[in-house]
C-alpha cells in the first residue's frame, strides 16, 4: 500500500513493548505510517517490533511527566509532528475492592488513569500548534459498564479515563483535534498474562468460597479471548483516517453487547422513578 507524503501520519503509541500496542505499531508502520513506540524499556520495543526507517522507540514510564515530556521532545526532534497518540499503556490490579490495598489502587490509577493525561499533557501543545490531531484512548467495555466482580480498581481508571476524554473533547475540539475512546472486549492480548495482571492478597473469608473460582476464570481466558488484536489495529488505522473520527468506537460485537445492556438497564432504571426524579424542582 503506497502511501504519498501528504498521507503519511506520525503515530505516538504508549505500551509497544507487547500486547495490544505492539501489534497497533506493526500494523501503522505496515501502512505506511511513521511510529513513535514508547515503552518502560526501548531494548524490548526494539525486540518486538524490529527495525524500520520509519520506527523510532523511546523511554516512557507513563507515571513519570518528565519521561512523558522528554519522549515528546525526542519525536518532534526526529519526525517534527505527533499526529495520532494512542493512550494504550495500562495495567490491571484485579481483586475484591476490600483485599486491593490503597497502594494497588493508586497503582491502578498511576498507570491507567494519570498516566494517559502525563503523556496527553505532553502532546496538546505540539497539537495545538499544528492546529490538527487525533488522541486515541484505549478504555475497555468495563469502562462503560462494570457490573462484575474483580475489577472495581479497573474499571474506576477506565471509568475516570472516559469521563477525562469527554471532556477533554470539549475543549480541544476548536483546535482542529478530534479524540476517541474505544472500548475493547476481550482481545487476545497479554492483559491477562503474569506481566500485566495483578492480583490482591486473598485476606478476608468472606470471599472465600467466590475468590477461588474467579481467579481461575481470570486465568481460563487468557489466549481464549474472541477478539483478534492484529484487525483492532488495522480498524484503528481506518477510523483515524476519517475526516471526523467518532469519539467512540466499540471494539468488538461483545462490547457492543455491553453497550446495548448498559443502555437497556439505564432506560430500565430512569422509567423505574421517573415521576420522583422529576418532583424535585422547586414548587
Known amino acids: 500500500m503506497e502511501h504519498g507524503v501528504s498521507d503519511k501520519k506520525v503515530w505516538f503509541i504508549t505500551g509497544a513493548s507487547r500486547g495490544m500496542g505492539a501489534d497497533f505499531a506493526k500494523a501503522v508502520l505496515a501502512a ?29 514510564d507513563v507515571t513519570s511527566r518528565t519521561d512523558a515530556e522528554a519522549a515528546v521532545r525526542a519525536a518532534i526532534d526526529r519526525f517534527g509532528r505527533i499526529d495520532v497518540l494512542v493512550n494504550n499503556a495500562a495495567s490491571f490490579y484485579a481483586g475484591y475492592f476490600e483485599e486491593l490495598t ?10 491507567s488513569l494519570i498516566g494517559p493525561m502525563n503523556v496527553t499533557r505532553a502532546v496538546l501543545p505540539v497539537m495545538r500548534k499544528q492546529r ?43 483546535f482542529g483535534i478530534a479524540t476517541t475512546i474505544v472500548n475493547p472486549g476481550f482481545f487476545r492480548t497479554e492483559l491477562l498474562t503474569e506481566q500485566s495482571t495483578n492480583y490482591a492478597e486473598a485476606s478476608i473469608g468472606d470471599y472465600d468460597e467466590r475468590r477461588g473460582p474467579l481467579v481461575e476464570y481470570w486465568k481460563a481466558q487468557n489466549g481464549q479471548q474472541s477478539g483478534d488484536p492484529a484487525k483492532l489495529a488495522r480498524a484503528l488505522i481506518t477510523i483515524a483516517s476519517e475526516k ?6 466499540l ?8 453497550a446495548e445492556q448498559k443502555i437497556a438497564d439505564l432506560k430500565a432504571q430512569i422509567e423505574a422513578h421517573r415521576a420522583l426524579s422529576t418532583s424535585l424542582a422547586f414548587d
Do not use: C, N
Not at 511513521?34 to 516512557?60: C, E, N
Not at 490503597?102 to 498507570?111: K, N
Not at 467495555?141 to 477525562?164: D, I, P, Q, R
Not at 471526523?244 to 468506537?249: I, K, L, S, T
Open 251 to 258: 471494539a468488538g460485537a461483545d462490547a457492543i453487547a455491553t
Open 244 to 249: 471526523q473520527p467518532p469519539r467512540r468506537f
Open 32 to 60: 505506511g505510517h511513521a511510529v513513535v513506540a514508547s515503552g518502560r524499556d526501548t531494548a524490548r520495543v526494539s525486540k518486538a517490533l524490529g527495525q524500520a526507517t520509519d520506527l523510532m522507540p523511546v523511554k516512557l
Open 102 to 111: 490503597p497502594e494497588q489502587i493508586g497503582q491502578q490509577l498511576a498507570a
Open 132 to 174: 490538527s490531531g487525533h488522541i486515541i484512548s484505549i478504555s475497555s467495555s468495563a469502562g462503560l459498564a462494570a457490573g462484575f466482580e474483580f475489577v472495581t480498581a479497573y474499571a474506576a481508571s477506565k471509568f475516570g479515563l472516559e469521563g477525562w476524554m469527554e471532556s477533554l473533547q470539549a475543549e480541544v475540539a476548536p
